[in-house]
């Protein structure tokens, strides 16, 4: 159900933002841009409500994308940038870009760590498995060398007997 909302919301949010983009005039965005400040919310709750821990993951992952396109767009429209030609202005690296060009790399690392372990933790299964099955195999073969040990015991004696001369037999 979350994730529908979601998807909803998102629709909804790329249709404003699209909105905004077209438009050059301040008055009409602003309250374009509180919208999509209140969709941001919304997603933000329908992620942290989803019960699929990966797919929460994905949902968090489109909303981060969601902020930083509207990010973005504001640091764009901002006074400093090129203007009123928003698609030609060129983003200066301001201390949020690098913060979020941070945060992002921060992320790529915790996500190779993550994969990094998953592996390990398999690897780590599939040896013990391994270890198992070698260690059953030990026992087995130690109770047949003690079963080998014990006849070659008896037969050891049996062939001692027999090499004494009849009288000696016992």
């Known amino acids: 159900m979350s994730r ?23 008055l009409t965005t602003a309250p374009l841009v509180d919208e999509c400040q209140i969709l941001l919310d919304q997603m933000k709750l329908e992620a942290r409500c989803c019960p699929d821990r990966s797919i929460q993951t994905e949902l968090w992952e489109r909303h981060a994308l969601c902020v930083t396109q509207l990010t973005d767009w504001h640091d764009l429209s901002s006074p400093g940038s090129s203007g009123p030609d928003r698609s030609v202005a060129v983003p200066t690296h301001s201390p949020r870009t690098d913060a979020r060009d941070h945060f992002r790399v921060s992320n790529e690392t915790l996500e190779r760590a993550r994969r990094v372990a998953a592996d390990t933790e398999q690897v780590g299964a599939q040896i013990v498995s391994e270890l198992r099955e070698q260690r059953e195999t030990i026992q087995t073969s130690q109770a047949r060398v003690r079963v080998m040990h014990s006849l070659t015991d008896t037969a050891n004696g049996i062939v001692t007997n027999m090499s004494q001369p009849w009288w000696r037999r016992r």
């Not at 909302?5 to 005039?25: K, M, P, T, V």
């Open 4 to 26: 529908q909302q979601f998807d909803e919301y998102r629709q909804e949010y790329s249709l404003l933002l699209q909105q905004i983009l077209a438009s050059q005039d301040a």
